[in-house]
């Protein structure tokens, strides 16, 4: 049976990520954990997250969690979500604690001067609600997941990467940016796939079933 860990360190909805995951994967073991120990157990590993990244960094620090999800990263199925995304680049502009350094590139806030429709209109930050999401190309996760389906987004911070070819799609507000990457077992989206109806389930559980 497939052990999946739902990393805890106190910060976000970590039970609707594990709802999701149990409902796409009913064979599944889904734990919502903080123990290091059953991290470095598991077969499958799902980083979510929401609040600041400089509150999250230091929580993954206080509860010993650096170092077992670096060498999930580097080892199994991967998947990080909302914040899960952005502490895996190297640094943000929402203040000095650097990231985890897993893709090389920083994390940047939605510019004042840039938020604007095509129309003239003030876009709000930060970016709420349902997006189309443009697919670079093919990966296992976007299996039986059409081009431009909509996924859900709360964010006021977006990922730059400097590494090509990771970038797996993007999405547009105000501008285009990255809204997921890949690279061989690892996977991390902006949006909330939990929250996306059908395109999210597919994600997760293709996620589930993903063999990098």
């Known amino acids: 049976m497939t052990h999946i860990a739902v990393i805890d360190y106190g910060m976000g909805n970590l039970r609707s ?5 149990e409902h796409v994967a009913p064979e599944a073991t889904v734990e919502v954990t903080g123990d290091p120990e059953r991290v470095r157990a598991a ?26 999800i670096l060498e999930a990263a580097q080892s199994k199925p991967f998947l990080g979500l909302c ?11 929402e203040g000095p604690t ?17 938020m604007f429709s095509p129309a003239g209109q003030r876009l709000k930050v930060p970016h709420m609600g349902w997006n189309e999401v443009r697919q670079s190309g093919k990966h296992a996760l976007w299996s ?7 996924f859900y ?25 990255t809204c997921a ?6 996977f991390a989206v902006q949006f909330h796939p939990e929250k996306s109806a059908l395109p999210g389930l597919a994600l997760l ?4 079933h993903w063999k990098p």
């Open 205 to 208: 559980g293709n996620f589930v």
């Open 83 to 93: 914040i899960g995304l952005q502490m895996l680049f190297e640094s943000s502009e």
């Open 181 to 186: 990457v890949a690279r061989e077992n690892v």
């Open 144 to 150: 039986g997941i059409p081009q431009d389906a909509r």
């Open 98 to 114: 650097p990231g985890l350094g897993v893709f090389s590139g920083h994390v940047r806030r939605f510019p004042d001067d840039r």
């Open 17 to 21: 990520v594990a709802k999701a995951l």
């Open 43 to 68: 077969e499958r590993v799902v980083f979510p997250g929401q609040g600041a990244m400089p509150d999250c960094m230091r929580e993954l620090d206080r509860r010993h969690l650096r170092q077992p």
């Open 153 to 177: 987004f709360v964010h006021s911070y977006y990922v730059q990467e400097h590494d090509s070819g990771v970038g797996a799609a993007s999405t547009h507000y105000a501008f285009d940016f």
